[in-house]
């Protein structure tokens, strides 16, 4: 691989995470907050590719050696061909659009719950009735509050559905610390009108309120807390899957 094909590889990857980075598809793989980071890092590769080329295209080609200073030449700035496997991200970038993580990937893990500080004060809900709290929000609350500032309100709240230890669904979210390779599960039990016949991986708008029933993760032994459901509704996919 010479240089002018490296700075080709070079604009392609940059053209495709700009690309991404323009439309949703980033959100399948990092937070929110990272898109500017992203677009100025494929602006960057996208000028170094262009001043590669440039520069390249325009140095002379150094035809005073002979026969063998040729040849061992050739030998000494011969490229490994394994280079051109950075073909393959580019190529998932532009023909590939991964799902976000879902059901699978909650069942393998458990819930992020274990590792969220419960030393802090929670302050009251916002008004409203009912109130769209998010699922970290409400797990957090109803673990190491106790419930006692979600008692006596009315709550929304969206995750999509996924199969507990039990058989019986649960509403589950990802959470992020950066991007997906990271990604953990908030997991909420249902009772009351619990949600039949509903395939994993649907997403759901369920309105209810605070129980004290919880239940344990069997992968991590974490407390996962439960909702006592008043109605739901079937939702599209938001467009940020991800807390």
Request: glycine share 10%; hydrophobic share 40%.
């Amino acid at each position: 691989m010479n240089r002018q094909a490296q700075a080709v590889i070079m604009l392609l990857f940059g053209g495709a995470i700009l690309k991404a980075s323009i439309g949703d598809l980033y959100l399948r793989y990092v937070k929110e907050g990272l898109r500017p980071f992203l677009i100025v890092a494929a602006l960057l590769l996208i000028a170094a590719a262009v001043m590669t080329l440039w520069y390249d295209l325009r140095s002379p080609r150094d035809t005073g050696h002979d026969h063998g200073d040729h040849d061992h030449g050739d030998h000494a700035h011969h490229e490994p061909r394994v280079g051109w496997l950075l073909v393959l991200p580019v190529l998932g970038l532009l023909l590939v659009t991964p799902p976000a993580l879902g059901s699978y990937a909650a069942g393998q893990s458990g819930t992020a719950l274990a590792g969220v500080q419960s030393d802090s004060d929670y302050p009251a809900l916002p008004e409203g009735d009912p109130v769209t709290v998010t699922m970290l929000d409400y797990a957090s609350r109803a673990v190491f509050d106790e419930g006692k500032s979600l008692t006596g309100r009315r709550l929304r709240v969206t995750g999509f559905v996924t199969q507990g230890p039990d058989g019986k669904p649960m509403l589950a979210r990802m959470i992020l610390s950066c991007c997906a390779a990271d990604g953990r599960p908030i997991k909420v039990g249902l009772s009351g009108n619990v949600p039949a016949n509903v395939p994993s991986d649907t997403w759901i708008e369920v309105t209810g309120g605070y129980t004290a029933q919880t239940t344990k993760d069997p992968v991590n032994q974490a407390t996962v807390p439960y909702l006592e459901v008043e109605t739901w509704t079937e939702i599209p996919a938001p467009k940020q899957q991800y807390e």
